[in-house]
């Protein structure tokens, strides 16, 4: 196990937070979505509480070096009126100026440093790095679930130089998963959809074991049915995975449920028409599932006591093919089940609708899902027996 923020002594401290402000921004730098920014406020706000200095660090988009566009001035600007408190935006992520700017600050003052990947340091996980980073406060906290899947300075070494622990929206993430799938309520039902079937091979193996049945939707569907040798017309299909897609199906013995009909189209920007999923032309693309599948996957899902959702349906960004994640969507958020959903376009597309959890992590929840250890997880366990520690920085 690893400690959350509750275990350690923060009063007064200086104290070092990963965040994931990697957030949509319009034209003009405005933000469009700042769900990932409210969702660290409770971690920030205790903090402020307790007392603390609180340096924040966050990526922003894939810099190549130092990107003017990606600075993080409007982020520091949003997140100052969210707190009604000034925040202090560092110009830089390590380095005198940082550390003058850090050492002006009172109790509960916040600044964020500048974008972590204007160095490459950042994603290597270079060790000297973290440590310049460590040497700017006393106590590390992780509250990005979101980027605890990469062995990053910021997320993995840091934590070989400073007392570390978990925010509470890392801490929710994990333990409203962990126990999802460690102890789920049956029937057990997975919705498992979206563009590839081989970014989600792993979580389909592991979920296997776990669940009663997946239901596939969205475009991975059609490998599966090419590997079953049917026509998938122009349908996006991966070719390279058509021996796992048989291996899945064979392994799953019948919880695999593929869809009965589609709604295809000759372009995404067509109007859309229902077919049988053994009748689609050659000069067809699949955009939806289809409402004979919508209605079969209903009744599975009203009795379900558990759904994990990864993965639209249909190309859910074009109205005409939404239909089939909207339907879904609106089934679970009226039943009683405990309803998760992992996937950052699953979330998007789900918006307004009301589930238990919905996970602020693209790849780190799949990563979960598949059973994986995450890296940023591994390190706040090891970090709890101190003897790891090459070195606590005195301050
Ligand atoms: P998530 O981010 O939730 O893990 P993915 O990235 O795997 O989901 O997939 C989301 C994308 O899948 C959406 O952009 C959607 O348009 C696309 N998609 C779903 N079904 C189809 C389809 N039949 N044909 C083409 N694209 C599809
Ligand atoms: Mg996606």
Redesign the pocket.
């Known amino acids: 196990m690893f400690r959350t923020i509750k275990d350690l002594h923060l009063k007064h401290k200086k104290v070092l937070v990963r965040v994931d402000f990697n957030v949509p921004q319009k034209a003009n730098g405005a933000i469009a979505d700042d769900t990932r920014i409210k969702a660290a406020l409770p971690t920030i706000n205790y903090l402020r509480k307790q007392k603390c200095i609180v340096i924040l660090m966050t990526h922003l988009g894939r810099p190549n070096g130092v990107d003017e566009t990606l600075r993080l001035d409007s982020i520091a600007k949003h997140l100052s009126k969210l707190l009604n408190h000034h925040v202090t935006k560092c110009d830089d992520v390590i380095g005198s100026e940082v550390e003058e700017k850090v050492h002006s600050l009172k109790e509960g003052d916040v600044c964020l440093l500048e974008n972590l990947r204007f160095y490459p340091e950042e994603e290597q996980n270079d060790d000297k790095f973290a440590h310049a980073l460590a040497d700017l406060a006393q106590i590390y906290i992780n509250d990005a679930f979101s980027v605890s899947h990469r062995s990053h300075a910021s997320v993995d070494a840091i934590t070989h130089y400073l007392p570390s622990a978990a925010g509470f929206q890392l801490q929710k993430e994990i333990e409203t998963i962990d126990k999802l799938l460690h102890n789920p309520k049956h029937p057990f039902i997975a919705i498992m ?4 079937v081989s ?2 091979i792993e979580v389909i193996r592991h979920l296997l074991k776990k669940v009663d049945a997946i239901l596939i ?3 991975m569907m ?1 490998t599966f049915f090419k590997a079953l040798g049917l026509e998938t017309g122009t ?2 299909v991966e070719v390279d995975k058509l021996v796992i897609a048989r291996q899945l199906l064979k392994q799953a013995h019948g919880k695999l449920i593929l869809p009965l009909d589609c709604v295809i189209a000759k372009t ?1 920007d067509d109007k859309g028409t229902v077919t049988h999923v053994t009748h689609l032309a050659k000069d067809v ?4 599932i289809g409402p004979d599948t919508v209605a079969i996957y209903q009744e599975i899902l009203k009795n379900a006591k558990t759904v994990l959702w ?8 074009k109205k005409q ?1 939404a239909k089939g994640t909207m339907a879904l969507a609106e089934t679970i958020s009226k039943s009683k089940a405990v309803s998760i959903i ?6 998007d597309a789900v918006k307004g609708f009301k589930f238990t959890h919905v996970s602020t992590g ?1 790849g780190a929840s ?1 990563d979960f899902f598949a059973g994986k250890t995450l890296p940023g997880i591994k390190a706040l366990e090891e970090n709890v027996h101190c003897v790891k520690h090459r070195r606590f920085p005195s301050h």
């Open positions: 959809g979206g563009v590839k970014d989600k939707g969205g475009a059609y349908s996006k995404p693309m699949g955009l939806d990864n993965g639209p349906m249909g190309m859910f960004e093919f992992g996937g950052g376009d699953t979330a693209g799949l």
